[in-house]
């Protein structure tokens, strides 16, 4: 609530609500932090907890892999994967909104029909790629962690850690997408230059070691060019400097020697 944005709509109910002393309110929470417990005390009166722990942090049939690429294998080893394993619906988790851009462009280019779902998606576009998602209208959804918690698409065969995230509670609500209502799914890692150093700090998290495999050159696909996008107008009071350094990140290339 707090990092996606509801915190102030939380705030607003809650302030027009009858006092704590004349309602019940009750808070359910896949995980608890100490941000929510604040929130909770404050609009609440006398709460108490009550806390269920199971044996697993994440779905028992959920098929946890890591792979290790260097950065600029990640789009080859994602398209190779993508080649091989042909997901039927999937989502790919990034951990910045310039990245699932750009991600997007590469997929587009690669004959893969995706969209992108981030933070700053109006609620009513979002629900309409939701929608559209569940009816197999494209089945690759490229998102940040907007869509970690609290999503519910059925039949979500394979998460992809494009970008490893940066906590264990986040893998571990990026991860329970998939395998929901007992099914059976799939999670794949990439644990990259950049963000590999995340990954003890995850499987401690979740108290065992990630299965890994190894990236062989029958995985890693030469990319075709991303699909040409119109280059952004800059915000008012954006620096052109930062527009130049953005634009030297997104043309990185992904091709293999």
Request: proline share 6%.
């Amino acid at each position: 609530m707090f990092d996606l944005g509801f915190i102030q709509d939380i705030r607003y109910l809650l302030n027009r609500c009858p006092s704590p002393e004349k309602r019940l309110s009750l808070l359910f929470s896949a995980t608890l932090s100490h941000r929510i417990g604040e929130l909770a005390y404050d609009h609440m009166n006398e709460p108490v907890e009550v806390r269920i722990k199971s044996e697993h942090k994440t779905a028992d049939k959920v098929k946890q892999t890591v792979y290790y690429p260097a950065n600029d294998e990640k789009v080859p080893l994602l398209l190779g994967l993508m080649k091989t394993l042909n997901p039927p619906r999937s989502i790919i988790f990034i951990n910045t909104k310039r990245v699932a851009e750009e991600l997007d462009a590469w997929l587009e280019g690669n004959g893969i029909k995706s969209a992108v779902l981030s933070g700053d998606v109006p609620q009513a576009k979002r629900q309409t790629l939701l929608d559209k998602f569940e009816k197999d209208e494209f089945n690759v959804l490229v998102a940040t962690d907007v869509a970690a918690r609290g999503l519910h698409v059925p039949e979500i065969s394979h998460v992809f850690n494009f970008d490893l995230p940066q906590s264990g509670e986040d893998y571990v609500h990026r991860v329970g997408r998939t395998a929901r209502a007992g099914a059976s799914g799939a999670a794949i890692s990439f644990a990259c230059e950049d963000y590999a150093h995340h990954l003890m700090d995850i499987e401690e998290y979740i108290g065992h070691r990630l299965h890994n495999e190894p990236v062989t050159t029958e995985l890693l696909v030469d990319p075709k060019p991303r699909a040409k996008r119109e280059r952004r107008k800059p915000k008012p009071g954006q620096r052109g400097s930062q527009n130049r350094s953005q634009s030297g990140n997104r043309n990185r290339s992904y091709s293999r020697s």
